[in-house]
């Protein structure tokens, strides 16, 4: 049996009405929205004062960022420096190249540049100094697959049509073929329907959503596609409390490898709601979450890391 019941929000005194189960609820809900905050509240979860945690200080790089990790100071001033542009900006013309994955070249001294054109064409550029970018003569794409008003001019760079979401290089993977990887969502127009809609998902027919793809390449120029993830842009990204949980991600999706968790890590965008304080489209806050995979495929259900405290 499902119950409704009134739940007030005490910021503006709008009352709002949600559903859930009187026989499965094991939380009050009546101090949100500001009970959201406390999911990401290291102080409330874990009382420690960090100051007093023994800190491993040894011949390594040490980035010092808190004064309580330094002994003592004479003679000197801590300072932080600006941010400066270079005089040769901007290095790729604004609103033409959209940079998304930089990474050292593991073939030659340098740089490689993954980045968007029109209609989401993938391209690689390289550079020695991060500033002079040439434009390579690939050919492992073909642009006939791309309506000609959209194709750049000059050498065909190009090696995909999609959004990279992640970028690995892993030399150790045994599978020489594999030892690239990328996260990427395909364009939509040259999209491969290779998913079915999940019949008991319950949702309006024109929230379908797609999932991300894992795409595997020898050496990040000729790649393939080899696996779609449990993780979806839409159809419901969204954290309805307390009776939805999302069902996918947004369109802001990075994944990174975390060398001590030994597990990679994506970091994704949702809304949480209700919550008058904020959006008066969505009525809902803008959060991030994060979940975790051991291959790429599969991941855990997104944890709140980031909420707005207004």
Partial sequence: MTATQTVKVEFDDQVVERRWSDANEKMDWTPFPVGYGILINERYQFPMDM???RAKIDTTRQLFVDNHMIAHMQGIVRETHETKDHPD??????????????????????????????SWLLHVAHSRDGI???????DVFDLGRIPQQSVPQGPNNAIECGQIHGLLFEPDDPDSQ???KMVMMPERSSRVQRHQ????????????GSPYELWVSPDGYRWRFEAEMNHWKGPWPDIDAPS???LSGSDVFRV???PILEKY?????HRIGPDHRTSPIFHAARVVGQIESDDLIHWSPPRIIAYPDG
């Fill in 132 to 138: 002079h970018w040439d434009i390579p003569q690939l």
């Fill in 256 to 258: 990174r490898w975390d």
């Fill in 178 to 180: 594999r030892r690239w």
């Fill in 265 to 269: 890590i994506g970091t994704t965008k």
């Fill in 197 to 208: 809609r999940w019949k008991h998902l319950d949702l309006p027919g024109d929230r379908v």
């Fill in 51 to 53: 100051a007093l945690v």
């Fill in 89 to 118: 900006n901007p290095i790729f013309v604004p609103y033409v190249h959209y940079p998304a994955f930089i990474c050292p070249d593991p073939c030659s001294p340098g740089w490689r540049l993954y980045y968007n054109s029109s």
């Fill in 244 to 246: 939805r949980w999302p």
